[in-house]
Structures are given as C-alpha cells and as structure tokens.
C-alpha cells in the first residue's frame, strides 16, 4: 500500500471533498496560490479557484465571525489557521455563537464549520506558535475535538469532519505533520468518538494524546524488550471520547496512566481519570497517574524548550512508577 | 409601494413591545427585555425588501427585527414567556431570537458578531450564487467593536452583498456615541472602508425603505456592501426596569425625539399626503391589538419547555 505524510493525507481528504461538494470552501493567510504554511492546500487553488480558497486578511475574529455565518446560511466553511494560538482572538465568536447556535436554534440551524491547524510544542516555535489548548475546547458544549495522530487516521477523520454537521477543533501536531503511514487508495470514514487501541498488552493502560502516542510506543518497545506488554490507546476524539474503549482497556490491566503534553490542571487526563474512577474503581489496582507537559507558558531556548515536554526517559519512568504501584 | 403595510409593521412592532413592558413589570418575564420603541421605522424599512431567502442577524434589541422579518408575535412572546412555543424553543429569550425559517438567524447577546455573520450569509450568497443578502442590525454601540471593522472590511474586500444596518441610537446601554468614539459621522468611518455608505434619518420609514432598497438593489446586482447610518432613538429604558432617562439623558432629549415617533409622523404624512385616511389607521389598529392580545394570550398559555429536553440540540445528531 502507498504511503502517505499526515499533511497530505488531510490534503487528499481535503479535495476529495471539495470535489465532491461545492458548497465548501477554505478560508486563511496564504491558502490560496502559496498554499498554506503548512501545505495543506498545496495545489488546490488551481482546481477550485478564488472563492473557494480564500486568502483572508490577518483578521482571526473576522473570518472566524464570517464562516459562522456561512455554515448558517448553506456552506460549509473551513478556516486554516495555521496555529491554533492565532484563533484565541475569536474565543468569543468560537463559544458565545459556533458552539451555541445549533442548541440556541433548537436545532434548526446547522453548523458544519471546521477550524483545522496545528498545535504543538516542537522546534522553538516559542510561546504563541506552540499552544495546543485543547482541553478548553472539550470544555465547551457544542464542539468536536479531533487530534489526529497519524496519516491514516488524519484523512479518515477529516472526511468525517467535512461530512458532518458539527462545528469541528481539527487539530494537527507540528511534529506529526511529515510522518508517513500507509493509506488505501479507496476511500474511507473514521467515526468520531472511536478510540484506536494501537498496541494490545497486558500490564498497564496507557491513554496518549496527540505528541504522545509515538513516544509511548517507543518506551513500550524498550519494556517489551523487558517483557512488559502496555497496552496504548489513543482517544483520537477528545470530544466525543471514547470512555468504553479505555474502561475495557483498564478492566483488563488494572492501571492507567495518561499522557499528553498540554497542561495538567483541568485536562483530559483530568477527565479521563474521573470517568474511569467513576466507572471502573473496583478494576483499578493502583491510582490512576498522570504525565504531562509543565505547567508554564512555552519557552523559546531548546534546552528550555525540551525541558518544558515529557522526554523519553520521563515516558519511561512514569510508566515504571505505574508498574512499581 | 404599500404604504399601509409599512405603517401596519411598525404598530405591531411598537404594540407588541407595549405587551411585553407590560408583562416585564407583572413579572411574566423571568429574564432581561429590550425593547426597539421608537426605532421601528429601521427594521420596517429594512425588511420590507427582504424575502426569508435573505439572512437577518441582529443584536439584544432585536425583537423589531424578528418581528419585520416574519417571526409572528406570538413566537416572539411566547419566547420571552420562555414556552416551548417560542421561536427558540424557550431556549433563547429576548436576546436569541431565532427563527431561520423565515431567515431571521438569531439575535445576539454580544454585541458585534452580527455583523460578521452576515457578511458570511454575504459570502454564502456568492459562493452558491443565490441572490440573496446578508443583513446585519446593530447600534452605535457596536461601531467601536472590533469585529464592526472586520466586518466592514471583509464585506468590502470581496465585494459581499451585504447590507449593515447601524442603529444609531445614541447610546450604547447609558454610555453616550460622543463620548465613545471621536469621529461621530457613522457613514464616514464606514465609507472610510471604501464601500457605499449612507446616512438617513432612522425615524422617516420611507427613507430607511428607499436608501435600504438602493443598497439591497445593488448587493443583488453584485455591487457590494452598502452601509446604512440610521439616526435615530429609543424613547423607553436600555432594558425594562431600568430608568429612561437615567444619568445620561434628559427630559428635554427625550421629549424631543418623542415629537417625532416614526409611527405617528408617518401617519400624519400619509394623511395629509391624501394617501390613507383616518378610518384606515382605525382599522390598521383595531387588527393589530386584536393579533397582538391573541399572542399574548397564547404565549401565557403555552407550555414550558419539558425540562427532559435540556441537552438536546447540542449536536446534529440530536
């Protein structure tokens, strides 16, 4: 089977879609000809043209506003927004009105808006190029929550993105966005709120998110080597999330740890450990553990940078502190 | 030009605001009630070229916009009275007016984000060709938002058929347009984003109809935005159980703008125009506080919402 990066399986996705229906259109700084930063709509200009790839002003809150509106009256809008830190100007457009409209409306009115871009600490991207944020999202009622973590799975879920009539958080890590991984030429859906189990083992639970499922199976490869099976589940969906997957997961080992490089206070480790606590207590043989990134804004220097993320032997250690409980 | 329709709009705006002032004080409201008395000639003449293709967006004061879009009186009652009835289901209230059937997409209670998404109601009629308008409803309030100049912008930008409708009404809640923004020419700091911008006097419902008609002509022929700068007043409260003068108005301000209520000057126009006669008003009112009594009365009577529905319509999917 071919291989394919992150980005151009998104990019795939992207104009599948597009093809097939012209009511979508892409909206951000340098989509257009440039096509994106990141590459995620390389190409796409020539065959779909201005109004569907439309370079936008640096003007967050205004085209965010603007697609609100749009996905009101028959389009589907996506904003590019290169980094995710860039669309904290529209938080009140995001909350006060993408994420209330369908319930305001009674459900009469649909909002099929996709905010699509990237997050993520890596490359001295420094602190207003490395924000993730995700759990302020999950927090809100109204929002979808997809944090891809590989090719095969950026293009399946993003076809479920751009089929739905959910607004959708699609949130692409800056470290994953070169990594290949097969992906059928035939076409494909992933549903959201269906986690993948990405490594099956027997002695711990871990839940990675986003950055962290690759380093999780690279400490479980060294403790397999020890004769350690974890098992790794990534949620994929952050909202919905898939609880059942992880509770079978945790019936099974009897420990969890969750993992994810975006601050701990209120996360989704938070949240996972409550609902497993809730639903699962009498499964659990040691106190659930959490690893994520420091809890400060993000520093530019690299060995700052690299201090402020869970490293390999951080990985490690958490998942043998688990073990060791 | 049915001139008796526009003055039919703006009684039953203005005696259906009546009803619900009355209801607020006898605490049949449970929330807050703005109310649009003595702007009614804005949304009537604005409105009245619209059809429910075309995409209203408003703010907290946005019962009179509902209203001349199409929402029936009795929705807009019952959904104050916060009944199931209610154009959003009891869900909203006086400022989450929706009704997109008609194309009246939902009322706000921040002020500003109207204005973008209209202007993407603008984009979404491009896009799909469809002929429509985007029209936002604001007041000078909103001019010092942000999202007023982005939105002014990128309806300029791309040439959008979008038409904004500022209220200017003097006050945002009791804080004074002179005392808010240094340059008090509306029209101008719009016209300054280089799209067709007009200044008219918000109380003369045949003015409002024509400079509205003018901008809605050109966004349908792919003209661009227009600007509308409608001077005009609110005679009662910011908000019911408020005080109408305040520390911010005076008697005297008050009075002034009173004298010229677009109801009564329109119809003092139109009979010594020899357009309708006094036997017609009388008919015109009799019909209307007949509609608006029947509304309020299924509003009162209308059921709660069903507290087990609370979470629905979070998500598509129910």
Redesign the interface.
């Known amino acids: 089977m071919r291989e394919l990066t992150f980005t151009a399986a998104a990019r795939e996705a992207l104009t599948e879609e597009m093809a097939r229906d ?2 979508i ?1 892409v909206v951000g700084e340098g989509i257009g000809q440039r096509g994106g930063n990141f590459n995620t709509t390389s190409g796409l200009y020539d065959l779909y043209g201005p ?2 790839l ?1 370079d ?2 640096i ?1 967050e ?15 589907r ?1 996506i904003v590019d927004f290169m980094f995710v830190d860039f669309i904290l100007d529209a938080m ?2 995001l909350i ?2 993408v994420a209330k ?11 099929p808006l996709i905010l699509r871009g990237s997050i993520g600490i890596t490359g001295a991207s420094a602190t207003h190029h490395s924000g993730s944020y995700f759990p302020m999202f999950v927090n809100i ?2 929002f ?1 929550v997809v944090v891809p973590t590989n090719a095969y799975d950026a293009k399946g879920l993003f076809k479920t993105a751009l089929r ?3 607004p959708v958080i699609f949130l692409e890590h800056k470290s994953l966005l070169n990594s290949k991984a097969q992906v059928p030429e035939e076409e494909y859906f992933i549903p959201f709120g269906q986690a993948a189990v990405v490594r099956e083992g027997s002695a711990a639970t871990v839940v990675a998110v986003g950055s962290m499922v690759r380093k999780a199976l690279e400490a479980c490869d060294a403790l397999a080597a020890e004769g350690i099976a974890i098992e790794v589940i990534d949620p994929r969906t952050l909202a919905p999330l898939d609880i059942p997957t992880i509770l079978a997961s945790v019936h099974k080992t009897g420990r969890l740890l969750i993992m994810d490089e975006t601050f701990q206070p209120c996360g989704i480790g938070a949240e996972i450990a409550a609902q497993v606590v809730a639903q699962g207590f009498d499964d659990l043989d040691a106190p659930i553990m959490r690893l994520n990134g420091v809890y400060t804004p993000t520093p530019y220097s690299p060995p700052l940078e690299a201090a402020v993320i869970p490293n390999p032997t951080q990985v490690l250690q958490a998942i043998r502190d688990l073990l060791a409980e | 030009m049915n001139y008796l329709a526009l003055y039919r709009q703006m009684l039953e705006i203005r005696r259906t605001e009546e009803h619900l002032a009355k209801a607020h004080q006898a605490g049949m409201i449970p929330g807050a009630c703005h109310t649009y008395v003595g702007q009614e000639a804005i949304a009537t003449g604005v409105c009245a070229h619209l059809t429910h293709d075309d ?1 209203v ?1 408003s703010t907290h004061r946005g019962h009179g916009h509902a209203l001349a879009k199409g929402v029936p009186p009795r929705e807009v009652m019952a959904e104050l009275f916060g009944r199931v009835t209610g154009c ?2 009891g ?2 209230g006086s400022m ?1 007016l ?1 009704a ?2 008609v194309g009246m ?2 009322t ?3 002020v500003g ?1 109207c ?7 603008g ?6 060709n ?1 002929g ?1 308008v ?1 029209v936002a409803f604001f007041g000078d309030g909103a001019s010092n938002n ?2 007023f100049h ?2 002014l ?2 309806a300029a ?2 040439d959008l058929p979008v038409i904004f409708v500022c209220e200017n009404n003097l006050y945002a809640t009791e804080v004074p347009f002179s005392y808010a923004t240094r340059n008090t020419d509306m029209a101008e700091r719009a016209s300054t984003y280089g799209m067709n911008a007009v200044s008219v006097d918000g109380n003369d419902v045949l003015a409002v109809y024509a400079a509205a008609g003018e901008g809605i002509r050109r966004a349908r022929a792919g003209e661009g935005p227009t600007f509308l700068d409608c001077k005009t007043y609110r005679t009662r409260a910011h908000a019911e159980g408020m005080p109408s003068l305040g520390t911010y108005r005076t008697q005297e301000e008050l009075d002034a703008w009173k004298a010229r209520d677009p109801i009564t000057t329109y119809r003092a126009h139109l009979v010594s125009e020899g357009i309708a006669s006094e036997d017609e008003f009388a008919q015109i009112e009799r019909e209307v506080v007949a509609m608006v009594e029947e509304s309020f009365e299924f509003a009162k009577s209308s059921p709660y919402p069903d507290p087990a529905t609370v979470a ?5 999917d ?1």
């Open positions: 012209p009511s259109f109004m569907r439309r936008t002003p003007v809150r205004g085209f965010i506003g603007m697609c609100t509106g749009a996905a009101m009256t028959g389009t809008p009140g457009e006060n009105q409209i369908q319930y305001m409306s009674s459900g009469r009115l649909k909002m009622p109204g979808r739905g009539d959910d | 995409a967006f959003s289901r869900r909203g989450h929706f997109p059937e997409m939902g706000s209670g921040i984000p204005i973008l998404q209209a202007t993407g109601a984009y979404s009629a491009r896009l799909l469809k429509t985007g942000g999202a982005e939105g912008n990128l930008i791309w629905e319509h979070v998500y598509s129910g």
